[in-house]
């Protein structure tokens, strides 16, 4: 299979998973989470580069151990998740930059780790992803009720006798795996906007929930292999091409609910619903 052929399938696979991963960043609000994760894991692939070894199992090894870090830090009193997401990203990157600085004959480079490149991406890879995304649809199709149920109704999910931290796990998981394999092809900085931006499109343009996984895979797909199309026929690079289309898309769907809203029929003013109860209460009072 081709370089060219290999990637396109990379993308349309990301573009597969920003459905469930994706979806689960946006509608639990975790993309800080995720940018945190993915520039974190940046010290995993120096490492592994050092030993020579495979980065995207380092990078997969250092999101585990930052996970567990998040999930200790925080348990701290009056410390919340984003604050901890902050620490660590800056820990993780700071980690990385220094590695990387002291080995500057990396076998690969550093820029690799933190853009990435669709067009170098290999069959591993792309088994890596394709495995990802079906280890997700299985796990997500047997928990989503109760992934609904906590999410949007955590206290209620509690009330019920149901414990949250096996669906924490499940959804951390689905995430932190989703950013690894992501790396490879768009590397730590655009990694989470290839998973981010058609959820974050797709939640803008439907009102339901169901609706968002599907559409959000379709305009992944639609964003990345568009993107390759423009690198390979203007010669930029395609894990920047990939990434401004996928905004773009995003930008564009709000445009869409914009035109939307500006020509939907207007609704009744405040005043006329409190009119109208005046003239019952009248009415009523006359009777």
């Not at 299979?1 to 696979?13: D, G, H, I, P």
């Not at 800080?32 to 995207?56: C, D, E």
């Not at 959804?171 to 790396?183: C, D, E, P, Q, R």
Request: glycine share 12%; proline share 5%.
């Amino acid at each position: 299979m081709s370089y060219l052929a290999l990637a396109a399938l990379e993308l349309a696979l990301l573009g597969l998973l920003s459905g469930l991963a994706g979806t689960l960043i946006v509608l639990r609000r975790r993309s800080f989470f995720a940018v945190a994760l993915s520039h974190a894991t940046f010290p995993g692939g120096v490492v592994f580069a050092v030993l020579g070894w495979n980065l995207l199992l380092g990078q997969a090894l250092f999101a585990l151990v930052l996970v567990l870090l998040m999930t200790l830090l925080s348990r701290i009193p009056q410390q919340g998740r984003q604050v901890t997401s902050g620490v660590v990203l800056s820990f993780g990157f700071a980690l990385g930059t220094l590695l990387a600085s002291l080995n500057p004959g990396l076998g690969v480079p550093v820029e690799a780790l933190l853009v990435g490149s669709p067009l170098s991406v290999t069959g591993g890879d792309v088994a890596a992803t394709a495995g990802v995304l079906v280890a997700s649809a299985l796990v997500l199709a047997a928990t989503r009720r109760s992934i609904l149920f906590h999410t949007f109704d955590p206290v209620g999910f509690a009330a019920a006798g149901f414990r949250g931290w096996p669906i924490e796990l499940v959804v951390t998981g689905v995430i932190a795996a989703s950013v690894v394999v992501a790396m490879p092809a768009v590397g730590a900085i655009l990694g989470v906007a290839v998973l981010i931006a058609p959820a974050a499109a797709a939640r803008v343009l439907v009102g339901r929930i169901e609706w968002i996984p599907p559409l959000a895979a379709a305009i992944g797909v639609l964003g990345g292999l568009l993107g390759l199309w423009i690198s390979r026929e203007f010669g930029v690079a395609a894990g920047g091409s990939v990434g401004l289309v996928l905004t773009g898309l995003f930008v564009l769907a709000l445009a869409v609910r914009s035109l939307a809203r500006a020509f939907a029929l207007p609704r009744p003013p405040k005043f006329a619903t409190v009119d109208a109860k005046r003239r019952e209460d009248c009415d009523a009072a006359e009777a």
